[in-house]
């Protein structure tokens, strides 16, 4: 593309984008589609099932209610996700820790400052004051609980849920602990990364002398401005992730594979959900050397479209049996998306971030890749089986290698007046 | 403040927001001033000298001119920044090196592929793909040259220019050899995190055989969607940092201040600008448990307004010789502004990122800070002089690490059919 065409599509986008705003249109990306007129390849796919309308990128999700935000919400552009040991032995300290992030939480995801006290200029600032001026940016804190969290450190054994199981380790795994599990997890998402950073940080200052940092973790996706389309977003790989995540809208579905049921799980876990965080460090240099067809063939999807191989559409249905002329399967059967298709029976909500960590000294090669998240109502029948088999014959291993590792008891949601926890403690 | 004040003033700036764009004003910055209401501390500043008009998110910078860009332009909201070591030894493969990375860096920063080679599904992808759709982001790529490109390899050292001195060690620096220095640099700056890393990504994938990289860092700032007023960004210590920054919009402020004047290089370096980078790191912990008044009398400047200590706007004059009822200075000598402002004489252009690596596993501390970039005319005379100053008595170094550095001849621009060093090589 030209210039000129260039600077033409340009010029369109931005009168249609005016247009719709001047409109009152939400939905821009239903209107624009798939096809959004700042892609630099034409746009082929015709989109069967339409992407979610974009939201705007300020504004504010309320902290309080039956779940937890940050789950079924639609994804922010930024995650910062930290891990916290407990260093108290004190279950009256643990609950006064979850009263005192729960009031912080809820007030910060509303764009305010961590407390309303007001300032002494003789002690530390309330607030590290980072975020002053900036907008809630649709921030959302989601607290979740390790399965070291049900040691015997607070009396709390008994009431470990049963699909809070230890994660087996998966073929090719190389787990390191400065990156996995940890008593507790906060994560944040927003539209900003300085608004993000500033809720964790003030978490941790919260915690001091009961909780200290295990690890902490920064991610992003394409901004919302890059892309207000609101298109599927493209791995560091080059294609489209989460193409196939249920549509969790739908409150039936996202009971069926999000939210964790009173059958299988105590009552203060119901309306939970279990969040799996896995640090997925990517072969960038070993991928960008093989050829588009190796990597279409190990996606199983087309890069530009995101199409399932052989097809020409985003979101058109996948055919796993379909043979080209050879008699081959025109899908591998060890593409990505085979294997994590677990033949339409086992679903996960998929909510990860690219990250990009300078470089790995030892190896002088780029340090980045996926901060996999996903949640779901059971691991033992949903990210575990899928996991095992994806790791044991997925194409995609030889680009990639699990790093990091966490599986989290995601508490259902506080009332307002109660607190994060409040049916556990 | 409540949540229904929060919501009326949000509703307000809307309002306000809207109507600006309705009628077609660009500076929303200079209408809403300092006193944003988004804050959530009530605003109490009144700005002598307006903060810069912020520009669309989205939009193209020219990469072809006679300086480069991304020096004086105004900073976008994310950085992406790589040092690479040259492993060719042939002047002609570097030579080679800038006329691909020009013609790929001025189709990146227009939102373009990295070339517009046809795809053969046999080879890898020409582009890595991961910012398909995405937009320009204002993205700028810079070019510079650390001292080592100048040693016996390429039989250029009588051309080193003589501001690219060796820097010298700084009091209390504990500078680490994975973050600093490096052949060349490359500074990549975007409102987008992902358009930028997809840049330096490429750029590295196209030295392939020539150069590797030594160090990849990322910054970000507050996203321009989440401060739409466009008033100084704030660091993680949580106060404004760049208030003081020089006008370079002024011609002639920039001429003085940032670009390689004839009289003290070689003729190929006229137009260009050296570049200081220096990884500081926070001692977050130790900075939040310190006073607002210690934190005050540090940097020199109230944390909420900006303004220097004794007055009530960002931009208000700095009076160093003001003396309280007492008869110490207002402004303490030792504070950062008052050691940074050099009796006026000496200049620096600001262009700092904050960094956010996660723990650093030996402390078990944030590994979080400033990505410090700045641009100067003449480091002998500018930079230098001013971190010595700065790093024998500045208040703030007892809360923060200098731990990498870099200092780079950044050359002049090109002109379309050029390219960058073409009057080097």
């Known amino acids: 593309m030209d210039t000129k065409r260039l600077e033409e599509a340009a ?22 589609g798939a096809g959004g007129m700042k892609t630099f390849f034409p746009a082929t796919s015709t989109a069967k099932q339409a992407p979610p309308a974009p939201s705007s990128v300020d504004g504010t999700i309320p902290f309080y209610g039956k779940h937890q935000s940050g789950i079924t919400t639609p994804m922010q552009d930024f995650i910062c996700m930290g891990a916290f040991d407990l260093t108290t032995t004190s279950i009256d300290d643990v609950r006064k820790l979850f009263q005192s992030w729960t009031s912080a939480a809820a007030r910060l995801t509303e764009g305010k400052s961590v407390d309303d006290e007001s300032e002494n200029p003789h002690l530390p600032p309330v607030d590290t004051g980072e975020s002053m001026g900036l907008g809630s940016m649709r921030m959302t804190i989601t607290f979740g609980l390790g399965a070291s969290f049900f040691d015997e450190r607070f009396g709390l054994a008994g009431k470990r849920p049963a699909p809070l199981v230890d994660l087996p380790r998966f073929n090719s795994d190389e787990i390191r602990k400065e990156w996995s599990g940890g008593d507790i997890v906060v ?23 009961k ?11 394409r901004t919302s401005a890059a892309d207000p389309s609101g298109s599927t977003p493209r791995n560091l790989m080059g294609f489209k992730d989460g193409s196939n995540n249920p549509q969790v809208s739908d409150a039936k579905v996202a009971d069926e594979i999000v939210w964790a049921q009173t059958e299988d799980n105590p009552a203060w876990m119901a309306g939970g959900s279990y969040m799996v965080m896995r640090r997925i460090r990517m072969r960038i240099e070993v991928w960008d050397r093989s050829s588009l067809d190796d990597q279409e063939s190990t996606f199983g999807r087309h890069r530009q479209s995101g199409a399932p191989l052989g097809k020409s559409g985003e979101f058109d249905e996948l055919e796993l049996d379909r043979k080209d002329s050879a008699g081959k399967p025109v899908i591998p059967a060890t593409s990505h998306i085979a294997l994590a298709h677990m033949e339409g029976k086992i ?28 949640f779901n109502r059971d691991p033992r029948k949903q990210f575990i089986p899928m996991q095992q088999k994806l790791a044991s014959v997925d194409q995609l291993n030889e680009y ?18 109660g607190y994060i926890g409040d049916k556990l403690f």
């Open 187 to 209: 994560q944040v998402c927003a539209n900003d990364p300085q608004v993000a950073f500033h809720a964790l940080r003030n978490l941790a200052r919260i915690a001091r002398g």
């Open 400 to 417: 990639i290698t699990h790093v990091g590792s966490g599986l989290y008891a995601c508490l259902p949601g506080a009332n307002e007046g």
């Open 347 to 374: 679903k996960i909500l998929r909510r990860g971030y690219s990250y990009s960590s300078g470089m790995d000294v030892k190896t002088g090669q780029l340090d980045a890749g996926l901060l996999f998240i996903c």
């Open 11 to 32: 010029n369109k986008k931005m009168t249609r984008r005016d247009a719709l705003k001047l409109a009152g249109v939400g939905g821009i990306g239903l209107l624009l």
């Open 211 to 221: 909780a200290v940092l295990h690890w902490l973790q920064d991610g992003f996706q």
